[in-house]
């Protein structure tokens, strides 16, 4: 049974306190990519001394750093003579002279079994564009909250954020239960209330731990003694075992960001795969334009590879001559994304200036980009959980918007393809990031479209119109995308 | 096959990355391929340290079979190891690199060095101030550098792409959000990026790709027996005839190795029996002290290194 390897693993760790010392075959063994996840909770839950706890337990601090910590935090040592962890992760001078953390920070550290990227984000409600920064790219949230509290506002916001930003795995670390005198009873009813929470969100996988950061209890060390009621994993442990994100259920995806022309006779398009995996010899198909042809090559430095899988930045060389461009991208041919000129999106206002109305904007997709105009329809009570009517959105608000483009655009929803499914919005005088988005669907179209069965856009039209159609501009351009028949009009 | 015989003759020869090294190789050619399609005039800050010579690999690997699209720039402060000096040229040569040397023409003219200046004068005018000098001359409107976040307090704050205004300041205070792998390169005329591919490496996995790559490395980093000076608490290599001996100072030989490189003044030994690349990454996992610590510019106060970064330093 694994509880008994584990309380065998903790039993050595408590004989030999020295860290372990990794050769670099053992290091080069270490078989997982790094675990990103993000921590997030309010300003007096402790969460910079559960991240320097991590650190320090890791050894991720080293003797100078630690020197400087202390130097720093004259009078500030907490009574087990350890440094104000806040001191070490609040690396702006601004921070330091409010005592507020701004700005998302990335942190890492590793044990034997996995390397960590932490992005520490923060608590108060006017940086919650940091933390869905911070979340976007991670796999995992670790949610704070007080055991002589429990839930607050907050912690319902930041799981409502970490949720809509994709992330399935929650951790609640019940901190300072030291000062419940380690109650077991006051820990599992706020576990209890924070997995109902989780489940409104449509997030199953939930671990609650109950931790001191201050005594370094459940984080990377056991608090057996203190608290011997609980059998669970430590913090540590959970995040060793926490797969990596999911969301990626789409076929093969590959954003062009440039065509590779070294010389003549040879023309490669150069991205990274962000769904699905590709092999010489499969079928692919080009969007926007439709033009369909055969993978002949994955060229990479090191050799000509036999495929290449999500997440591997390569070079795909294929059979024919065909016209490509960067934005443009290379999809199965038996599984393709969305293609339309309407979408609907959920948004995070990230810019002073919120989102206005039926401005247009320029959309950054993978390497597309391209004009947008956006349409705020609803927007999030963070307080309710409930979505209320909106026109507009302010910064830091949660909304839903319709997206509409002069030009074809290419997603997949965002619910099965974090990397296809996700935009930004760039405004087009600041040039600053002012949302980031993710994608619904498409919307249903104006009558006379609609989807059909293979992922084209059936369009219907009486005989006259039909030839006329078909020979335009707009037909040819979209050959991939639409089926004309002919017919009186679409009524299904 | 009908491959291209110049492809095949990469073949590896090499067990494969371990996921954790590969993830962290994709997300850098990203950058790179990035950062090369939608500015102008890139450039890639070289500066013959490790971590330099990471990024010149990946860079390779990024724009493989073609390449380099970018120069290279070199700020030379005229204080650097000599041996610096000759494994630059010698890798230029021997990849065919597109490599621009710049120094900061008061060095000569005002008789600017680390020892009459002190080093956060000296520092100011002949790397910032040159860094400046040569993007501006070059027109460049996108920089790559080697920094990582793991280095620094302050880098841990910055972004991939880090904005700089017209007259190269960054505000930490106003980055702008960067969300998935989804980078806003849209600047105004006048301002520029300083991009990063090696973000989210820490010094271990540098040294462990460094390993598994086979990259080659100026020999400072190994160690071998050196003739050197102590002088406040660092060991100073003492085999340039420019470092004048104070009253008291002994030169002594020493097996030592250097963990960062930089101007030779200013960049401490460390004492090391690791004369091999497995050598030098079991030292690391022991190590108790970081890499900066040898650096003398990082030392003068608290947050130094945000204050050089606003003012323009890498």
């Known amino acids: 049974m694994t509880g008994h390897n584990t309380s065998l693993a903790r039993a050595e760790r408590a004989a030999d306190p020295t ?22 909770g309010s300003v007096d839950d402790g969460k910079s001394t559960l991240i320097g706890r991590l650190l320090w337990d890791t050894k991720a601090v080293k003797e100078d750093q630690a020197a400087a910590l202390s130097r720093d935090s004259t009078g500030k040592q907490n009574d087990l003579g350890l440094p104000d962890f806040a001191l070490l992760l609040d690396g702006l001078q601004a921070e330091r002279e409010q005592g507020i953390t701004i700005d998302v920070a990335y942190r890492y550290f590793s044990t034997e079994r996995r390397a960590f990227i932490v992005a520490d984000t923060p608590g108060h409600v006017q940086y919650t564009r940091n933390m869905a920064t911070g979340a976007s790219t991670a796999d995992l949230a670790v949610l704070l909250v007080d055991a002589r509290t429990g839930l607050l506002e907050q912690t319902r916001r930041h799981a409502t954020i970490a949720a809509l930003m994709g992330i399935r795995q929650f951790v609640l670390a019940v901190n300072k239960i030291d000062l419940t005198d380690y109650d077991e009873a006051g820990y599992l009813q706020i576990s209890r209330a924070f997995r109902e929470l989780a489940l409104t969100l449509g997030v199953k996988n939930v671990i609650s731990i109950p931790v001191s950061a201050l005594k370094g209890e459940n984080i990377v060390l056991p608090g057996t003694a203190a608290m011997p009621w609980y059998e669970g994993p430590t913090l540590v442990e959970v995040l060793e075992r926490a797969t990596q994100r999911a969301g990626q259920s789409t076929g093969f995806r590959m954003s062009v960001q440039r065509v590779s022309r070294p010389g003549e006779g040879f023309r490669g398009y150069q991205g990274t795969v962000s769904g699905g995996s590709i092999k010489p010899g499969d079928s692919v198909v080009i969007l926007p334009s439709g033009v369909e042809a055969n993978v002949k090559q994955i060229v990479t430095f090191d050799l000509i590879r036999n495929a290449a899988v999500s997440g591997d930045a390569i070079t795909l060389v294929l059979d024919r001559p065909v016209d ?35 401005k247009r904007y320029w959309l950054k997709a993978g390497s597309r980009r391209q004009r947008v105009q956006v349409t705020p329809t609803a927007a999030l009570d963070l307080q309710s959980g409930q979505w209320q009517p909106a026109t507009g959105l302010a910064l830091n608000a949660i909304g839903s918007a319709q997206l509409d483009f002069d030009e074809p655009a290419i997603f997949d929803a965002y619910d099965t393809n974090r990397q296809t499914g996700a935009f930004i919005l760039i405004d087009p005088e600041t040039r600053n990031t002012v949302a980031g988005g993710m994608i619904e669907g498409r919307r249903n179209p104006p009558g006379g479209l609609r989807g059909g069965t293979d992922g084209r856009v059936r369009i219907t039209l009486p005989g006259h119109l039909l030839e006329a159609f078909r020979n335009s501009d707009f037909a040819r351009s979209h050959a991939g995308e639409i089926r004309v028949e002919e017919g009186e009009s679409s009524n299904d | 096959m009908t491959a291209h015989p110049e492809i095949i003759e990469h073949g590896r020869g090499r067990p ?21 399609a939608e500015f102008e005039r890139p450039v890639m800050l070289y500066s013959i340290g490790k971590d330099s010579s990471v990024l010149l690999h990946l860079a390779r690997k990024a724009f493989h079979p073609g390449k380099i699209p970018f120069p290279l720039l070199h700020v030379d402060t005229g204080w650097k190891f000599a041996e610096m000096i000759a494994f630059r040229d010698s890798i230029a040569a021997e990849y065919d690199l597109d490599l621009i040397v710049h120094s900061n023409p008061r060095g000569k003219a005002e008789g600017i060095t680390p020892f009459t200046h002190g080093s956060a004068l000296y520092t100011d005018i002949m790397k910032t101030e040159a860094l400046r000098q040569a993007l501006d001359a070059g027109k460049f409107d996108a920089a790559f550098g080697g920094a990582r976040r793991d280095e620094e307090a302050s880098r841990a704050k910055e972004r991939i792409y880090s904005f700089r205004t017209p007259d190269h300041r960054w505000d930490p205070r106003n980055q702008r959000p960067e969300l998935w792998s989804i980078y806003n390169g849209m600047i105004r005329p006048g301002e520029s990026v300083r991009a990063f591919p090696l973000s989210n490496w820490t010094e271990v996995d540098i040294w462990r790709y460094i390993a598994a790559e086979n990259i080659p490395l100026v020999p400072l980093y190994y ?92």
Do not use: W
């Open chain 1, 19 to 40: 860290p372990s010392i990794e050769t670099a075959s053992e290091l080069a063994g270490k078989d997982s990519r790094p675990l990103r996840f993000i921590t997030c």
């Open chain 1, 324 to 358: 490509i461009a960067r934005g443009d991208m290379i999809v199965a041919i038996d599984q393709r994304p969305q293609t339309g000129t309407a979408f609907s999106s959920r948004l995070v206002a990230l810019s002073a200036d919120g989102i206005e109305p039926g």
């Open chain 2, 16 to 36: 494969p990355l371990d996921p954790h090294l590969k993830a962290l190789e994709n997300e850098a050619i990203h950058i790179f391929r990035e950062v090369a």
């Open chain 2, 223 to 314: 160690a071998a027996p050196r003739k050197v000076v102590e002088r406040d608490g660092m060991l100073i290599l003492a085999e340039d005839a420019r470092l004048e001996l104070l009253p008291g100072e002994q030169v002594r030989s020493e097996m030592v190795r250097f963990r960062t490189l930089g101007c030779f003044p200013l960049t401490g030994a460390i004492r090391s029996h690791a004369t091999t690349l497995d050598e030098v990454i079991e030292e690391l996992e022991i190590a108790t002290v970081s890499e900066r610590q040898g650096r003398a510019i990082d030392r003068d106060q608290s947050g130094s290194m945000e204050k050089k970064k606003r003012e323009g330093y890498f």
